[in-house]
């Protein structure tokens, strides 16, 4: 059974083809269009266009369905088309009459809308959490082995001295930038598109604010047209901040598959969270890591996936864009796992700290010699020539103690400025408003 069903039999060919695996990917949805549902019943009630009995009774019923959703016993059956459907459907079939009213001043675009926003607005706020963890630990790494030297490269050539405490840190303060990356986009999604219907409003006198405060947005998409064309665009913007995470965790994982390699040694895992070869007997493979860097790169491509399918269309709702639910829906539970196993691994880690006394690294702190000699009042460029000199020569000596004191250096990491950073972009997220909104509508009365 279809919402738009009339006298006629559509193609079972065409169906199919039209579904795809739509009714699937609404079981996530569900408990979202209950939770929107219950806000729109409440509106329509305050227009008149519901009795307060009426309201009661959906109330309730609504709330035994999305327990039903919490528990894994709500289904869509095939015979029906989407998750809307299903639910009022169900609610027709228990209540009577009375559950057909449930759709007045709604499309199922600006219903479909909403079920997204609030599902990615929930998806967000587990992110921000699985991705602070990791946060919390890889700082914790960094103040641990801060006085532990490893050498930092350019151009894969060996460069100048650099620490754990650097390299640990450098990847915590760049999730803090991903992380305001995205609450921005979290704040284009938390806004209200209820009561844009198809695109173009509705001759009800629906009361838009009513809605956005009860679902606990920070606002509304005022403009009707825009409200839809919102569809596409949050799913880009959104998948961009995704992708901003996972550029982080696949450049941590390239480092990490090269330190693990005999030629640096840098690092290492315990047995059991390695692979082995078939053939090598000795092979202790990163495959963990691999497996990170590869699944992020596949999110990094889906903002480009979803520019494709949304280029040069038009304003108004299109079907291209339930194409966009296949990879966009999925997306959000492989970066909380990628985020999970990352910060397992690295609670694992083994630091080699003996990597700086390989005679093949002495070249690195040539830059310490050359500044050492600019402090003793030798013009830097003649410093830099002597130390050059030295070095073709062969009569280089090392200088290992380090003694960096600016901010962000080797000796003055400011990872508690960072800390606070994070601190701060998270609780910028104000992600309680919109958790009390959704407690609220499904309070047991």
Not at 177 to 194: C, E, F, G, S
Not at 209 to 216: K, Q
Not at 333 to 346: G, N
Not at 371 to 396: C, H, L, T
């Amino acid at each position: 059974m279809k919402l738009w069903e009339k006298n006629f039999e559509i193609s079972e060919e065409i169906e199919k083809f039209t579904v795809g695996n739509d009714r699937e990917l609404d079981l996530l949805l569900a408990p979202y269009d209950v939770i929107g549902t219950l806000a729109h019943i409440r509106m329509l009630k305050s227009i008149d266009l519901l009795q307060a009995g009426e309201l009661e009774i959906l109330t309730k019923e609504l709330k035994k369905i999305y327990r039903e959703i919490a528990e894994g016993n709500f289904h869509i059956k095939d015979s029906v088309e989407d998750v809307h459907s299903q639910i009022e459907i169900l609610l027709t079939n228990r209540l009577g009459e009375v559950g057909k009213k449930i759709h007045s001043g709604r499309s199922r675009n600006d219903q479909v809308l909403l079920d997204l926003k609030l599902f990615v607005r929930q998806e967000i706020q587990q992110l921000v959490s699985y991705a602070h963890s990791l946060f919390d630990t890889l700082i914790k790494l960094s103040e641990r082995y801060k006085e532990v030297l490893i050498p930092g490269y350019t151009h894969y050539q060996i460069a100048m001295p650099s620490s754990f405490g650097l390299w640990f840190g450098a990847y915590a303060e760049s999730l803090t930038d991903d992380l305001l990356v995205l609450q921005a986009t979290y704040r284009v999604v938390n806004k209200n598109p209820l009561g844009s219907a198809a695109g173009y409003g509705s001759s009800f006198p629906l009361n838009r604010r009513m809605t956005t405060d009860l679902l606990g947005f920070e606002d509304l998409n005022y403009n009707v047209i825009y409200a839809q064309m919102g569809r596409g665009k949050s799913e880009r913007l959104v998948a961009s901040a995704l992708a901003s995470i996972a550029a982080t965790l696949a450049k941590l994982s390239q480092d990490i598959c090269l330190y693990t390699s005999q030629n640096f040694g840098f690092i290492a895992f315990p047995d059991h969270l390695t692979t082995g070869s078939s053939i090598m007997p000795h092979k202790k493979n990163p495959d963990v890591f691999e497996l990170i860097r590869a699944r992020c790169n596949q999110i990094n491509a889906l903002p480009n996936e979803i520019i494709m399918i949304t280029t040069n269309l038009p304003s108004g709702y299109h079907r291209d864009m339930q194409l966009i639910k296949e990879r966009f829906l999925p997306i959000f539970d492989e970066l909380k796992d990628t985020l999970l196993i990352t910060r397992y691994m690295l609670e694992h880690i083994i630091i080699n700290k003996e990597v700086i006394n390989d005679n093949k690294y002495h070249y690195i702190f040539s830059v310490e010699s050359v500044n050492k000699y600019v402090q003793e009042g030798m013009p830097f460029r003649e410093a830099y020539k002597k130390v050059g000199r030295d070095i073709q020569e062969n009569s280089f000596k090392p200088l290992k103690k380090i003694a960096h004191t600016h901010e962000g250096s080797m000796g003055n990491l400011c990872n508690d400025k960072i800390q606070e950073v994070m601190k701060n972009i998270i609780d910028s997220f104000h992600f309680e408003k919109a958790n009390k909104a959704e407690r609220r509508l499904l309070k047991e009365q």
